[in-house]
C-alpha cells in the first residue's frame, strides 16, 4: 500500500508571503518520506469544519503547478476539482499543463462539486445535483476525447464544442489518470467504471466508516465495473483517512495494523491530511508509517 498527504487546511498562522515556503517544505518533506502522491483542496472558501472562509484557501490548479517545480518524483493532483468551477473545453489544457510542467505526475480528479455557499457567495453558477452529474458525465467524455485522436465536435446536453484540439498533448499516454470523488453508489462509482481510472472514498473515525463500509463500496463498484465491461483490477482505489494518526509513536504503529485491513481490500493508497501549524514536521513523522505500509 501507498502513503499519500492531502493538504486540507493553510492555516499556519503565517503571513500569505509565507505560505509557498511552507507548501514547498511540505512537499520536500513528502517526498522525503516516500509518499507517492500529494493532493490539495479544490475550493473558493475553506470548509465550515475546517474554520470556514475566514481561514486561508487558494486556487486548486495554481497550487500543484507551484509544487511541480519544487518537486521531482511525487503524483499531484485535486483532490477533487469540482466539475462546476471552470469550463469542461478548458479543463484539459489545464490537466496537461500540470502533466507537462511537472514531468508527467499529474492526475484528474473531478467531482460534482457540493458547497453551495461558495458558488452563491461569487456568482458561480449552482445547478441541482441531477444537473451537476450530468455535467460531470459530459466533463469526463469532453476530457476524454480531448485527449484522443478525434479533435471534432462534441455535442452534448450542456456543452457544445466544435473543436476540441489539444497541442502539445499530456507527458502520460494516453492522459493522465483520472479520479472521480466520492462514494455515491448509484451515480458516483458508475462513472468510476465507466470513465475513470481510480476512485477516492472516505474512511476513519471523521468520516465514520471503516474496513466494513470500505468492502461494500468497493463491491458495489466491482458491480458496475461488470456492467460496463470495464476491469476492477485496473481501477486503483484510494482512500482519504479522516483522522489525527501521528500523535504518537504508538499511534503511528497502530495506524500501520489498522491499514492491513484496507490492504487485504484492495486498496492501493491511503491518503492522509497533515494537521497543526507545521504540516512538514507532522509528515516527516510518517517515515515509518510508509515503509511499513509498503510491506502489504
Known sequence: MQLGFHVASLSWEQEPAAMGSTLAQVAAAAE???????SVMDHFFQLPGLGG??????????TPGYIAGVTTTIHLHLLVGGVTYRHPGLLPKTVTTLDIVSGGRAGFGIGAAWHDREHHALG?????????????????QIALQTWSDHDGRYEGKHYQLAETIEVPGPVQQPHPPIMVGGGGEKKTLRLVARYADACILATGPGARSGPPEIAHKL???AGHCETEGT?????EKTIMYLGGPAATEEARAAFVEEMRAYADLGIDRVMVIPLGTDPAGYIRRFEPVATGLAEF
Open 219 to 221: 463491491r458495489v463498484l
Open 32 to 38: 522525503e518520506v516516500g509518499a507517492s502522491a500529494l
Open 124 to 140: 458561480v453558477p449552482f445547478p441541482s445535483t441531477s444537473e451537476r452529474f450530468e455535467r460531470l458525465e459530459e466533463t469526463l
Open 53 to 62: 472562509p475566514d481561514q486561508p484557501m487558494m486556487e486548486g490548479y495554481t
Open 231 to 235: 476491469d476492477y483490477g485496473r481501477i
